[in-house]
Nanobody, 118 residues
Framework: QVQLVESGGGLVQPGESLRLSCTAS????????MGWYRQAPGKQRELVATVTSGGSTESTDSVKGRFTISRDIAKNTVYLQMNSLQPEDTAVYFC????????????WGEGTLVTVSS
């Protein structure tokens, strides 16, 4: 059974920073791709950033220059460093991982709430 456990959300003021973490556990061979989506109240879930096992990254335009995604292959963990947070970044952030084990599948974390407010 594969599980993704997220941590690091919370309440911050505009301009402050947060670091999200997500660790995959269970039995599997490898994780080609991990990343983060977010869903703000009343909006659809949107892709924030992704990182491959080779270290290639992509991010949505609204977070470029402020958010940095990285991963620790040995720890099966992906991080999202969020700087210069703004109220529009308020959302539930979901970690995902495309995992290859006995089958290939995409798994999701339960989500962690990030609130940016003065």
């Amino acid at each position: 059974q594969v599980q993704l456990v997220e941590s690091g959300g919370g309440l911050v003021q505009p301009g402050e920073s947060l670091r999200l973490s997500c660790t995959a556990s269970g039995s599997f061979a490898r994780i080609p791709n991990m990343g983060w989506y977010r869903q703000a109240p009343g909006k659809q879930r949107e892709l924030v950033a992704t990182v491959t096992s080779g270290g290639s990254t992509e991010s949505t335009d609204s977070v470029k220059g402020r958010f940095t995604i990285s991963r620790d292959i040995a720890k099966n963990t992906v991080y999202l460093q969020m700087n210069s947070l703004q109220p529009e970044d308020t959302a539930v952030y979901f970690c995902y991982a495309f995992i290859i084990g006995t089958i290939a599948n995409t798994y999701w974390g339960e989500g962690t709430l990030v609130t940016v407010s003065s």
